[in-house]
């Protein structure tokens, strides 16, 4: 059996398998759009660590399950296979969307009280303002998130953003650089951006709507953390011909807090499926989501927060209101 412990912040994961998959590159380096480096600012060996969890993953020829019992999991079936057929490797064990990515959200909150919202997030130095701007699949953060490079702020995380509460400190953790984006849109929409990126030769022939790992490290905040920045929320919808940014506020405190609580419940709670044949139902549990609603509440009633809007506009208009 090979054993490998993994660190992503303050989580520690233990990993034992029967398969070298434990180690594929695709999984851990930058440059695939599987890649866990597109969650996680770092991904690194630990072995001399105590970790929080272990997780056995078997390849057998059994029908594919997986089981989870607090700090233990295992996961069983013939993998070696359903990585072969896999086309969109994002959905499997390893990849960004799937088990590993998810297992260690869950161990962050639950082990280290860290939460992490469903957000990429902009630091402005000189204003201390940290503008965390959340959303799903689609709804606008890429272009968010692009808009500010253009404008120069410095970029903190595109995927995930990570929050810890401690005794009237609120602590901000850099998640990953790299971000899953369509070359096309970023052509059409900041095209003064292309020299500025690090797009492969040859971009132009990746097809339409196809994504591509655009690293952003160049443009990334230095420091791993930030200690009570003033804060702006930011949810962006697009929509394609709009001339000018519709901007409303998003609030009273009670309904901002919720916002936010169900942004960070949204990754370590949703239902996911992986190899298109297994399908799980997500890590929350009741006292999880007890310590989450509280943290933010205090985030939402101590935290300087300079504005929490929602704006709406064609992607090179968010210029406008960053």
Request: zero cysteines.
């Given at each position: ?200 030769p040859g971009w132009e022939e990746i097809p339409p709507g ?113």
């Amino acid at each position: 059996m090979l054993t490998r412990t993994i660190a992503a912040l303050a989580a520690r994961l233990r990993l034992v398998s029967n398969l070298d998959l434990i180690y594929d590159a695709r999984y851990f380096s930058p440059g695939r759009m599987e890649s866990l480096l597109t969650d996680y600012d770092q991904i690194a060996d630990d072995p001399a660590a105590e970790p929080d969890a272990t997780l056995y993953i078997l390849d057998d020829a059994v029908a594919p399950t997986v089981s989870v019992q607090a700090r233990t999991a295992l996961a069983r079936g013939p993998f070696a296979s359903l990585e072969e057929e896999m086309a969109d490797k994002r959905y499997t064990l390893l990849g960004n969307q799937g088990l590993v990515y998810r297992y260690l959200l869950f161990l962050l909150a639950e082990a280290h009280g860290i939460h992490s919202f469903h957000a990429n997030a902009l630091y402005d130095p000189a204003e201390d303002t940290l503008t965390i701007v959340l959303g799903g699949a689609a709804s606008g953060k890429s272009p968010v998130l692009l808009a500010g490079v253009r404008k120069g702020l410095q970029v903190f995380g595109t995927e995930l953003v990570h929050l810890e509460a401690d005794q009237g400190t609120f602590v901000w953790h850099r998640a990953a650089a790299i971000d899953n984006i369509r070359p096309q849109s970023l052509a059409a929409d900041f095209p003064d951006l292309l020299e500025r990126l690090a797009l492969p030769p040859g971009w132009e022939e990746i097809p339409p709507g196809a994504k591509y790992p655009l690293d952003l490290s160049a443009f990334a905040v230095p420091t791993q953390s930030l200690h009570n920045p003033r804060l702006r929320f930011l949810l962006p919808r697009v929509e394609a011909g709009r001339a000018r940014p519709v901007v409303e506020r998003l609030g009273p405190p009670g309904a901002l807090a919720k916002l936010l609580f169900d942004n960070a419940s949204e990754k370590i709670g949703s239902s996911f499926t992986l190899y298109n044949r297994l399908a799980l139902p997500g890590f929350d549990t009741p006292s999880l989501a007890e310590r989450r609603l509280a943290t933010m509440v205090r985030l939402v009633a101590e935290a300087e927060i300079a504005r929490a809007e929602m704006v709406l506009a064609e992607p090179r208009y968010f210029l406008e209101v960053l």
